[in-house]
């Protein structure tokens, strides 16, 4: 019974931490809000790309639950950070963002995870370009 009491007690606090990370445009964990954008966002980039197939071969990719959680993972790193990437990158970042939000998730259909890959994979790479990295 003390256990619920303390968790009822403690409920709201981890809510408003939690709303609080969120409201401050904290989507992923790690690293500091000072961290240069392009670096973390091209690493995050990169971590991606360790699982792609080559490019030209999206249809085969398998969408693995490790993948996804990269995606999710850029996606978190690109809506904090991208935002801060040079004004000229920000068709890319949009891109980036929208597309690893259906490849972040087992229940989109294969044919639209393939299409969003293949987006993603121009717009990533013109962020690659773009941060001279």
Same mark, same amino acid.
């Given at each position: 019974?003390? #256990?619920?009491?303390?968790?009822?007690?403690?409920?709201?606090?981890? =809510?408003?931490?939690?709303?609080? &990370? &969120?409201?401050?445009?904290?989507?992923?964990?790690?690293?500091?809000?000072?961290?240069?954008?392009?670096?973390?966002? =091209?690493?995050?980039?990169?971590?991606? !790309?360790?699982?792609?197939?080559?490019?030209?071969?999206?249809?085969?990719?398998?969408?693995? @639950?490790?993948?996804?959680?990269?995606?999710?993972?850029?996606?978190?790193? $690109?809506?904090?950070?991208?935002? #801060?990437?040079?004004?000229?990158? !920000?068709?890319?970042?949009?891109?980036?963002?929208?597309? $690893? &939000?259906?490849?972040? #998730?087992?229940?989109?259909? #294969?044919?639209?995870?393939?299409?969003?890959? $293949?987006?993603?994979?121009?717009?990533? @790479?013109?962020?690659?370009?773009?941060?001279?990295?």
């Amino acid at each position: 019974m003390r #256990r619920i009491a303390t968790i009822a007690l403690l409920l709201p606090i981890l =809510v408003a931490c939690q709303n609080g &990370a &969120a409201s401050a445009g904290k989507y992923s964990t790690g690293g500091d809000p000072t961290d240069d954008p392009c670096a973390r966002v =091209v690493s995050a980039i990169g971590y991606v !790309g360790l699982m792609l197939k080559p490019k030209g071969q999206e249809n085969t990719q398998n969408f693995e @639950d490790a993948l996804l959680g990269r995606l999710a993972e850029a996606r978190g790193i $690109t809506l904090q950070f991208g935002g #801060r990437l040079p004004q000229s990158l !920000g068709t890319a970042v949009r891109t980036v963002e929208s597309t $690893t &939000a259906g490849l972040s #998730r087992a229940d989109v259909p #294969r044919e639209r995870q393939v299409a969003l890959l $293949t987006r993603y994979r121009i717009a990533a @790479d013109e962020i690659v370009a773009g941060c001279g990295q």
